[in-house]
């Protein structure tokens, strides 16, 4: 017997099928809003992303301050901006009887041809920056580490060559696009993003003529030969710069910084021009710098500052919008100002 639930006729269900795919309309959808959510998140990274480099930069140049430091605590001083003198030439850099320690180039006292090693401050600061190995390297010319002596090439080894190629990790900014190294003649040097704090003197037209001032009579920090101790330092250790950023350090329009060579405008910079400077705002009318737009100013790339170590240790980013007066009094070292840059 054949039973029979419900009938014997078979229902047949019908299935709705879904689309197989997006279609035009909501995919574009989609993309807009995929892209808005970038264009609102973008900022936010990038900020972020310098604030870490930001951060990176200050740390760098508190390890260079504190090696500077270092150094003074051992040997009594903070190295000078340059190891050696420079040749001197014309009346304007006769200096007063005492004011000059290096005689003019061409003089008896300092015949045309002697050594005057261009060795910079950083140079001297290498044992103390975990570089002992490219110290030894430098020094091995003289105990004075005569690199970029100026009237023989005897310190040109092929171990000093091949040393002033490499820039140490802590003398490069992370927002800093210079190239790590660049041609000098027939070398290929290091470039820096720091630099050492010579003083207010430069620049400014006719600044050659006082050349013997801005090189070994300035008023900051660092000056060719004469190095400063912290007992020098009477506007407080605190309130007076050590060492600042620079940008453009691969270019020679704008004045190429090489950390291992010491000299004005370029590895000493002054405060004669604002932070950050228009290219051109203070030109210094060097005579053998055909370029009118060396500033021999701080800059970063930093947006609306520059970042500088102070001679206790510290690190400061110093507005744009800082006045000129407070500007110029945190780097001398004795003209007793009394400064206050919480605001800046």
Known sequence: MKLSFGGSRRRSA?????PAGFTLVELLVVIAIIALLIALLLPAVQSARETARRSQCGNNLRQLGLAMIA????????????IGCDGMSG???TAPAGGNPCPR????????????????????????????ALYDVFSSVDDRGGIWEASTNQWRTPDVIEALAIR???MACPSDDSQPAVPRGSLTVATASYAMSAGSLG??????????QVKTGNTGMFNYVRPRAAAHVRDGLANTFLLGETTRNDDPAFGRNFWSEGSRYLSLRMTGCPPNSTPG???????????AILNGDFSSKHPTGVTFAFADGHTQFISDMIPMEIYQALSTVAQRETVDVSGY
């Open 14 to 18: 019908k299935v709705r099928a879904w």
């Open 71 to 82: 150094h003074e605590s051992l040997n009594g001083t903070f190295p000078p901006g340059r």
């Open 91 to 93: 009346d304007g850099d």
């Open 105 to 132: 180039w061409g003089t008896p006292s300092y015949p045309a041809g002697p050594a005057r090693p261009g060795g910079s401050g950083f140079v001297l600061a290498l044992p103390f920056m975990e570089q002992q």
């Open 168 to 170: 140490p990790p802590t």
């Open 203 to 212: 620049p400014y037209p006719g600044a050659v003529g006082l050349g013997w």
């Open 281 to 291: 705002r203070c030109p210094t009318a060097m005579d053998h710098y055909s370029t």
